[in-house]
């Protein structure tokens, strides 16, 4: 049972590159997110996904696009990639999405946009 | 909206040390709260939780109290450990769940 997997661990991209955030969980739960974290921020909401086969924008979506390709994956792209989006992302995933469920991150990956 | 404030770090202790990192809160309606750890290099995990008011989450040595009144969760331990060296994360979450909100994070470090 590994949980929550994210791929890449590390990725430096030039500015206007594209690349595309890996992330499953292994735990049947039908919500997952995809976050952003910036020192002395907290962890932003950038899209999540309350089921398969809907995906809707939190916080900070612009730059981004997701994919839930099926209840086990959940992909982030950026399509042009800019300076502002070096972040470290975090993919989490929760039973139902209640508000009293817990939700499990992945080990994160971190980007670089040079 | 919703929001959650929590005290600046670094918080720097020796090891045995009582630990209290505060946590307060603005919502609407009635959220669950919830502190996450995050080791170095590592992903967020949960600690503890609670669901309503008065409710005590508790788990490793760590306790908080939701407070309604006074709109806290602050974090206590009584003895920390070099172990306990982390980022500490409070969060609520609202019906609907999904728009789970962070705090900033408070980084402790335990010295030997």
């Not at chain 1, 470290?88 to 980007?111: H, I, W």
């Not at chain 2, 969760?73 to 769940?97: I, M, R, T, W």
């Amino acid at each position: 049972n590994a949980g929550v997997t994210q791929t890449p661990k590390f990725q430096v991209l030039k500015t206007g590159q594209s690349m595309t955030l890996q992330c499953a969980q292994d735990m049947n739960h039908n919500s997952m997110y995809w976050y952003r974290q910036d020192p002395g921020m907290g962890l932003r909401l950038i899209y999540y996904s309350a089921s398969e086969g809907t995906t809707d924008k939190g916080e900070v979506p612009n730059g981004y696009n997701v994919s839930r390709l099926n209840k086990r994956e959940f992909s982030l792209r950026l399509e042009s990639a800019a300076p502002s989006q070096t972040s470290v992302y975090f993919c989490a995933s929760s039973r139902q999405g209640e508000k009293s469920d817990t939700q499990y991150f992945g080990p994160g990956t971190r980007l670089t946009v040079l | 909206g919703n929001s959650v404030t929590q005290m600046e770090g670094p918080v720097t202790l020796s090891e045995e040390a009582f630990l209290t990192i505060n946590c307060t809160y603005t919502a609407t309606g009635y959220p669950s709260l919830f502190w996450y750890v995050q080791y170095p290099g590592e992903g967020l995990q949960l600690l503890l939780k609670a669901t309503k008011a008065d409710d005590k989450g508790s788990n490793k040595g760590f306790e908080a109290t939701y407070r309604k009144e006074t709109t806290s969760f602050h974090l206590e331990k009584g003895s920390v450990q070099v172990s306990d060296s982390a980022v500490y994360f409070c969060a609520l979450s609202n019906p609907g769940g999904f728009k789970t909100i962070f705090g900033a994070g408070t980084r402790l470090f335990v010295k030997a």
